[in-house]
């Protein structure tokens, strides 16, 4: 299985400590320091962060200034409701920036998509228009609310 490994400027214990704050049965497993004749960082600051989330194991390195996330890369969160898009949204979006269509930019710039379930089936339902309706109301969000895709697919205007 492959492992996420996250490349930060200083920030990957916050970072790790946020992620396992935020998704449930989550846990910090190990840090690693740089040592004395290892490059890249001061002798006792924190290099390396080994965490999961859920089932996923992930690695947050403190490498430096060198490399920045960009939104080639997100992650995407499957969320069963509502409630959980809200939840997901904030935590993550703090500090950050909202994006288009459910991409937010958390504060250390990486990139998530919260999603909420149901949304597939709307832009795959047989009725091309119906999954026009849902994808053009979609395109005006920033965080999802899959309600008012709901609405927007059965010609309900927007309120």
């Excluded at 290099?47 to 430096?64: D, H, I, K, P, Y």
């Excluded at 069963?80 to 949204?89: I, S």
Aim: with cysteine; charged share 20%.
């Amino acid at each position: 299985m492959p492992i996420p490994f996250l490349w930060f400027d200083g920030q990957a214990e916050q970072a790790a400590a946020l992620y396992t704050s935020v998704f449930p049965d989550s846990a910090v497993l190990s840090t690693s320091r740089y040592g004395p004749e290892v490059p890249g960082g001061e002798e006792g600051s924190v290099m390396t962060v080994s965490f999961r989330l859920g089932q996923q194991e992930w690695v947050a390195l403190n490498g430096g200034p060198q490399f920045h996330f960009t939104e080639a890369v997100s992650f995407q969160i499957p969320c069963a409701d509502q409630a959980e898009v809200d939840r997901y949204w904030a935590a993550l979006v703090e500090g950050g920036e909202p994006g288009q269509c459910g991409w937010l930019k958390d504060r250390f710039g990486l990139s998530w998509q919260v999603v909420p379930s149901g949304m597939e089936e709307l832009f795959s339902d047989p009725d091309p228009k119906r999954a026009e309706r849902a994808m053009q109301a979609m395109l005006k969000m920033s965080k999802l609310d899959i309600a008012v895709m709901n609405r927007a697919a059965d010609g309900v205007p927007a309120s």
